[in-house]
């Protein structure tokens, strides 16, 4: 193909306007490549936190709770199975882990 072009156009400023072409392709792959990486590191990071918080209703800014299972925002406080799911809490809803709200806080899921 590249020597039917260079048959055609034999100009020396095609081919420069096709390297720059082609360089500028190649940065912006790189750039959308590095993007994606990033991307999917993060979502690797927040499934794994949620992985490990599945069990878990989490305090909402209004009082209520979120149960992690299903999503389901109709807990209230002290609230030991969801109403929604059926799903058992490990922990005592009413007295929120302090580990699990600094773990919280070192990943900035709820920031």
């Not at 790189?30 to 599945?54: C, G, N, S, W």
């Not at 305090?59 to 389901?72: A, F, T």
């Not at 199975?81 to 919280?104: L, M």
Request: hydrophobic residues 40%; positive net charge; charged residues 20%.
């Amino acid at each position: 193909m590249i020597l039917l072009l260079r048959w055609f156009w034999p100009l020396p400023v095609f081919w420069v306007l096709l390297t720059v072409s082609l360089m500028i392709g190649g940065l912006l792959a790189v750039f959308l490549a590095v993007l994606l990486m990033t991307e999917l590191r993060q979502d690797k990071r927040i499934a794994r936190y949620y992985e490990k918080h599945q069990n878990r209703a989490l305090p909402l800014s209004d009082g209520r709770y979120e149960c992690q299972h299903c999503g389901s925002t109709r807990l209230k406080q002290g609230d030991k199975v969801c109403p929604t799911c059926g799903v058992r809490f490990e922990n005592d809803s009413s007295i929120y882990n302090t580990a699990a709200r600094q773990e919280e806080q070192k990943w900035n899921i709820h920031s």
